[in-house]
């Protein structure tokens, strides 16, 4: 094992090894010294060579009992002997981060994978149960299987699952030292676990220790995302399709007005006469009409904002959501509040009930859980000062093993959309007749396809978007070929780096000659940094490679973002490129600013409702337990007593324990709702000079109080109407039913997207083509 301070590795770059104020002012706020790290890695260079002495059975039981730095040489080796050769002092170096509760980048191809799996050993080895957090199920699976190998010389089992994954698996998988897992479904599994009535029913993931991949993207652009518990609710599905068929034909701009931000829609006047007239002269705002009013929204949500091929698909006769994040398929996943039915009455598809939430949590607080939480992602000092405010954790960068030299153009700015795709077009073209291999990212599904359709037939591209993410491994393979031309949505979380030649690296030299992989981007991303890893995905491990970039001044990031000043410059004309290129970068940089925003807005309120949900949970978890068996009793003392005589203990006791269950649930869903409702109008108490966020507190704090009297209440009404017939089935006996299927899906504060983000999407993927 060579030391750290070899010849062909990069200096450090200081910042990294300064406190956090001074790396602050060098422009590194939230950054960790991984010195002490550093010392780690030279220290396990010195037991290297006895680790290299011993037998499998012999590293397996020593590692179980070693020191640190002794720990991380077999850890070293382990992985030497499992995949043929020996980690990088680079790769221990970001070992040792982890393992210390750190956030890590390591720019793409460097070998992420590995490091986190050896982390994880790490861990492991030390009696503690690791989950190693990915994007996806792909991601989650690959990599289990693929760092099995380590594992099993370590004497470690390892296990992986997914949304597929029965409750079976589940429960095998949490025992397991490692889990792979993508960590929506770690939150779904919290959350059905929150829902069951005997404690068999749980799955029980343990929250010890987790190694997040992608973190910026998970803990920071995913990190507000509700994960949603739905279940069938009492009422039967709506019938939104003569809803459906009154929005059809309406106009734009007379009918209905969208929002500059393509995030909200309304009716105007001329609209609402329309529909009312229709509908035989009623008055929609009367209370008889106000599920019609609802229905019609919903319907013009459905026509209006939601589009096919940006933000679902249709597909075997259902609605496939895309996640426009990752450019996948989100599997069993739907739109609350009856948008899901609407969309489906929308495309003629059968529609199905909108059911109830039951519960939510966000990614942040399902993270905040485990005692030990690390990261890796190539591009984490971006948000290193977010990661310090909403997790504690301190961030660090680890330099290539081989420096980089990849040529990164200068961002090209077009006056319109339309000279953007065109110079895009021109750009594809001239790295393809040169023989470099292109791979271009786009923003959504139809985008990826519109501009697949303005290419010559000649050049073959290949489209890789959430309708063929089942082909991903192959496509992204073959992306370094001689000539390839790949069009690709959301590079980031697709896990398969890119060789230069193609899977097998065999036309190596001839794509070395051309240049390397060359990636083009259609558009700004809303975030320098998810500009940044899309440009990660060229020049790996010393590979040469170039990126450029395209804009135009005339994209919602920009109309949306830019200052008044800016704007007026863009409408009157005759910006000149570098003029054109501030004004992206300045929109930009403010909607960076927003996200921040809105980020620690959210985090505000959901304070007040995790507090309330703590303690629901805990009388959940006493009365789940029967610890709360006499106090439950007393509810009804002597109905109850009537019953013990009757039936005897452990039936009055079980029956009692269901009624108190299905109350403390029914009583935090309605809760829920009513803070759900309460949120989506607090921003108007600033109309009357009160801040928001503590009124939302001060509401949910009165709204709360007296919560459990009342679940204890409706608990001893129902108990007192029991018959000794009814104990089998309380909750039937007495016309009560908990949802009899439940599925999962995720929302956005904003369901239709960031400003700047979604409507440009739109725009820009249909070239000028828009519904409606």
């Known amino acids: ?87 990088y002092d680079e790769q221990l170096l970001a070992v040792a981060a982890l393992v210390d509760g750190l956030a890590v980048e390591m720019d793409t191809g460097e070998g992420k994978t590995l490091v ?72 779904y599994d919290v959350l059905r676990d929150r829902q069951v009535i005997t404690q068999g029913e749980r799955v029980a993931p343990e929250f010890d220790v987790a190694v997040v991949d992608e973190a910026d993207a998970v803990m920071i652009d995913e990190a507000m995302t509700p994960l949603v518990l739905a279940g069938t609710g009492p009422d039967a599905a709506e019938d939104l399709i003569a809803a459906t068929e009154l929005v059809a034909g309406l106009t734009r701009g007379i009918h209905y007005a969208v929002d500059e931000d393509g995030a909200t829609v309304s009716l105007t006047d001329a609209g609402l006469d329309a529909i009312e007239s229709r509908l035989g002269g009623v008055n929609l705002f009367d209370l008889e009409h106000s599920s019609s009013l609802t229905r019609i929204n919903l319907a013009l949500h459905a026509r209006a904002l939601v589009h096919r091929d940006v933000d679902y698909l249709v597909a ?21 509040d009856g948008l899901h039915a609407a969309v489906e009455a929308k495309e003629g598809l059968e529609v199905t009930p909108p059911g109830v939430i039951l519960d939510t949590i966000t990614v942040q607080d399902l993270l905040l859980r485990y005692r030990t939480l690390s990261g890796m992602s190539g591009t984490i000092l971006a948000v290193a000062e977010e990661l310090a405010e909403f997790y504690r954790l301190g961030s660090g960068r680890v330099e290539r093993h081989r420096p980089g030299v990849r040529v990164d153009e200068p961002l090209r700015v077009l006056a319109t959309p339309e000279e953007r795709t065109a110079a895009v077009v021109a750009e594809i073209a001239r790295r393809h007749d040169e023989g470099q291999p292109v791979l271009v990212g786009t923003q959504s599904i139809a985008e990826s396809e519109a501009l697949a359709g303005l290419l010559p037939v000649r050049m073959r591209a290949r489209v890789l978007n959430a309708r063929n993410d089942e082909q991903e491994a192959a496509l992204v393979a073959r992306a370094g070929e001689f000539g ?108 960076e600013t927003v996200r921040l925003g809105r980020h620690r807005g959210t985090w505000e309120y959901n304070r007040a409702i995790a507090a309330q949900r703590e303690k629901v949970l805990a009388v959940r978890g006493r009365v789940l337990a029967g610890e709360q068996r006499d106090r439950l009793r007393e509810l009804a003392a002597d109905r109850g007593r009537a019953l013990l005589r009757d039936a005897g203990e452990d039936a009055v006791d079980r029956a009692v324990r269901l009624l108190a269950l299905y109350h403390l649930d029914d009583g935090w869903q309605e809760h829920l709702a009513l803070l759900t409702e309460v949120r989506d109008g607090i921003h108007l108490r600033v109309l009357a000079g009160q801040n928001p966020a503590e009124e939302f507190h001060r509401i949910a704090l009165r709204e709360f109080d007296g919560f459990f009297e009342r679940v204890d209440a409706a608990t001893a009404d129902d108990v007192r109407r029991l018959s000794a017939d009814d104990l089998d089935d309380p909750l039937g006996g007495l016309g009560r039913r908990r949802p009899s299927a439940t599925w999962t899906y995720m929302v956005r504060d904003d369901p239709f997207g960031a400003a700047g983000g979604r409507a440009g999407r739109l725009r820009d993927a249909i070239l000028g083509r828009r519904e409606g």
Do not use: C
């Open 116 to 187: 986190g799996a050896m982390a994880a050993a790490s861990h492991a080895l030390a009696g503690r149960r690791v989950h190693v957090l990915s994007v996806n199920d792909y991601l989650a699976r690959r990599d289990a299987e693929w760092m099995a190998p380590l594992f099993e010389i370590l004497g470690l089992d390892v296990a992986w699952l997914g949304q597929a994954s029965s409750a079976a698996e589940r429960r095998a998988a949490y025992r397991a030292s490692v889990v792979y897992a993508p960590v929506s479904e770690i939150g």
């Open 1 to 87: 094992m060579a030391r750290i301070a070899r010849a062909d590795t990069p200096a450090f770059d200081l910042r990294r090894f300064l406190p956090p104020r001074v790396a602050e002012i060098l422009g590194t706020s939230g950054a960790a010294s991984f010195r002490p790290q550093r010392a780690r890695v030279v220290e396990a260079a010195a037991h290297a060579a006895s680790a290299r002495r011993l037998s499998d059975d012999e590293l397996r039981a020593q590692a179980s009992g070693s020191d640190t730095a002794r720990l991380l040489a077999l850890i070293a080796e382990a992985a030497g002997r499992a995949f043929g050769h020996p980690p």
């Open 316 to 336: 075997d006769g259902r609605i496939r959501l895309v996640n426009t994040a990752r450019g996948r398929i989100a599997e069993l996943q739907r739109w609350p």
């Open 484 to 591: 390839a031309v790949t069009i690709s949505t959301q590079m980031s979380g697709r896990g398969t780096d890119i060789r230069l030649g193609g899977a097998d690296e065999g036309d190596r030299e001839r794509v070395v000659a051309a240049g390397g992989l060359v990636v083009i981007a259609t558009a700004l991303y809303p975030s320098r940094r998810l500009d940044q890893q899309l440009r990660g995905r060229a020049g790996r491990q010393g590979d040469p490679g170039a990126s450029v970039s395209f804009a135009s001044v005339r994209d919602d990031l920009v109309l949306q973002n830019a200052t008044r000043r800016s704007l007026e410059r863009i409408e009157r004309g005759g910006l000149d490129a570098r003029a054109r290129v501030k004004v992206a970068r300045e929109a930009q940089r403010i909607a």
